[in-house]
């Protein structure tokens, strides 16, 4: 069973926006916080946003001001709306729970580049 399903990833110029979505199995949407993680080139992946069932966000000092988190109960979907988008922000970005304990879907790409 499919449970995360990245999307929306693409190419795009330093200074612009994506919004990604992930579409979440119900029984994880529902029953634990989600958060979005990245992984660039050589590096290990780390958090960059999460939520709670309750909508409380957290962010990375790399990213906040800049990302917004949210969640859509009615489509068990995940957004990540990423504005002023650096060359840095360029990794595979996925989601899952807060605690990275679903099967790891195939993540979206994101490239920042001019």
């Known amino acids: 069973q499919v449970q995360l399903v990245e999307s929306g990833g693409g190419l795009v110029q330093p200074g612009g926006s994506l919004r990604l979505s992930c579409a979440v199995s119900?029984?994880?949407?529902?029953?634990?916080?989600l958060s979005w993680y990245r992984q660039a080139p050589g590096k290990q992946r780390e958090m960059v946003a999460s939520?709670?069932?309750?909508?409380?966000?957290t962010y990375a000092d790399s990213v906040r001001g800049r990302f917004t988190i949210s969640r859509d109960s009615a489509k068990n979907t995940l957004y990540l709306q990423m504005n002023s988008l650096k060359s840095e922000d360029t990794a595979v970005y996925y989601c899952?729970?807060?605690?990275?304990?679903?099967?790891w879907g195939q993540g979206t790409q994101v490239t920042v580049s001019s």
């Open positions: 119900e029984t994880i949407f529902r029953l634990y916080g």
């Open positions: 899952n729970t807060n605690l990275g304990s679903a099967k």
């Open positions: 939520i709670t069932s309750g909508d409380s966000t």
